[in-house]
């Protein structure tokens, strides 16, 4: 069983350059996330959606988009990538059902390095 | 608004000895609490959660957590550390009146030294 699969893993852009972080899930998910990992900070949520065509704004979105198209895929974008967009990214899932406590879980995450 | 703290950046504790890594909340409903575990260069790894039920929650790895409301505090434990604990900590709430994220904390680094 994959789980959370993420790619790519490592990627170096340009300032300036877009890109697309793809996220996928095999466990019938209706939740996924994507977050951003940053020494001293902890995870931050971007972007989330709780069912497929649905997208929702987290902690720090600006610079980002999203998109949900199928249901066990959730895409994050660059549109124009930044120095401060150098981070770890974590794409998660969880079945998040109406007031339950759901797991979440992780991908193995991307390191993106903007120069 | 839900939040999560995890008062210390780092914890050290000699193997052997019990450890405890702590965690505050703060949510509007009756609060779900997770923590999670992340090894270097890896994906965050569940270890427990609190729903409801028994106060004290026992999960993966030897690790349990209590969960104290008037304190609002979930805060994980070892009886008695190794060294392969050394990683780096998350807690995590979901607020149950609200029905789309969880919330992280910033992580506390363990170090269990031998």
């Known amino acids: 069983n994959a789980g959370v699969t993420q790619t790519p893993k490592f990627r170096v852009l340009k300032t300036g350059q877009s890109m697309t972080l793809l996220c996928a899930q095999d466990?019938?998910?209706?939740?996924m996330y994507w977050y951003r990992q940053d020494p001293g900070m902890g995870l931050r949520l971007i972007h989330y959606?709780?069912?497929?065509?649905?997208?929702a704004k987290g902690e720090v979105p600006d610079g980002y988009n999203v998109s949900r198209l199928k249901k066990q895929n959730f895409l994050l974008g660059l549109e124009s990538a930044a120095p401060s967009q150098t981070s770890v990214y974590f794409c998660a899932s969880s079945f998040g059902q109406c007031n339950s406590g759901n797991t979440i879980y992780f991908g193995e995450g991307s390191w993106l390095t903007v120069v | 608004a839900q939040s999560v703290a995890q008062p210390e950046d780092q914890v050290n504790v000699a193997e052997g000895n019990p450890l405890t890594v702590k965690c505050t909340y703060s949510v509007s409903g009756n609060p779900y609490l997770f923590w999670y575990v992340q090894y270097p260069n890896r994906g965050l790894q569940f270890l427990l959660k609190?729903?409801?039920?028994?106060?004290l929650v026992k999960g993966s790895y030897g690790f349990e957590a209590e969960f104290n409301k008037s304190q609002t505090s979930f805060h994980l434990k070892k009886p008695s550390a190794l060294v392969s604990d050394s990683a780096l900590y998350f807690c995590a709430v979901r607020d149950s009146n609200r029905d789309d994220k969880i919330i992280f904390g910033k992580g506390t680094r363990l170090h269990i030294l031998p």
């Open positions: 959606s709780v069912g497929e065509g649905t997208t």
């Open positions: 466990m019938n998910h209706e939740y």
């Open positions: 609190y729903i409801t039920g028994d106060n």
